[in-house]
């Protein structure tokens, strides 16, 4: 089979590698489509520091089944699945309080080990989700992950119906938040930098989306809410300067989600936390939130077809790299084509 390979920083190609085999309690799936994240662009450019090379990359990626192991129960072969790329260890602090999101020796498929940018993929059964094939098109169940992100998100936040939402940043994450927050009724608010960007948010569903390079991001969100501040603010952006603003525009007892996976420190006074007595809390990968995010996509809620902006054969997964890096106000989402439907 074929499958997309990182050698080195900007060193990929397609290789031929076997099809995996598989033990009693996997499923082998034919890849549908698989989505390019921010992540895959850090481990092409050398800057993702978990990453190990050479690396079968991609852990966005769904299809279908296959083939089953002997003690496969939950799913059948031909069904559309998508696929949760979290691998935890199940015995650790974190797996025992039920977050194995957060496990000691965590994995992720296409980070630690293997991921999905192939024709054919092995996956433990527990982790493989089935789909309504007639109502979200099998390219893009891969999309079930970026929107699980999002219910992470929403979880942390304790984001409920009548919450008001700030999200800084509106790429895809920011996206996939922003409509799952709206689905459980709240109203959200976006930033960012680019238009292009921005107009794309509002299409998406944002209430109120905001250049930060016209408009005055503390009168806006003053204004926005009343005077109170911020309710729950998740920041996307992720830089040294964005998590301090995050606990300044937070309205006291509010909460602040962050998602970053910078190691540079940023200025924190402590009394801007106690003052507010502020929820801060992280947000990783996801915790078995593929069902409520597949239930999302079904009821039309959770619109993964409209995430996505282009599709690409991943015969050209290379020349995908390069647009997301080069023109990003061109893309959200792209999903790499591995079969046809
Ligand atoms: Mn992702």
New binding site residues.
Partial sequence: MKAVIIDEPFKIRIAEVPVPDIREDEVLIRVAGA?I????IGIYNGTNSLATYPRLIG??YGGWVEKTGSRVKNVRVGECVAVDPVRSCGQCYACRQGRPNVCRSLEVTGVHRDGGFAEYVAAPAEAVYALDAGRVAPEYACLT??YS?GMQVNERGQVAKGDKLFIMGSG??GICIMQVAKSRGAQVMMTDMIKERLENAERMGADRVLNIQEEDLAAAVYDWTDGEGMPVIADTVCSVSSFPQALELACPAGRVVVVGLIDKPSAVAQVAITKKELTIVGSRLNNHRFPQVIRGFESGALTPDKLCSRIFPYTEAEEAFRLIRERPQEICKIVLRFADV
């Fill in positions: 989505g994240c921010g992540s895959d852990h966005e992950e970026p992100i895809p994450i």
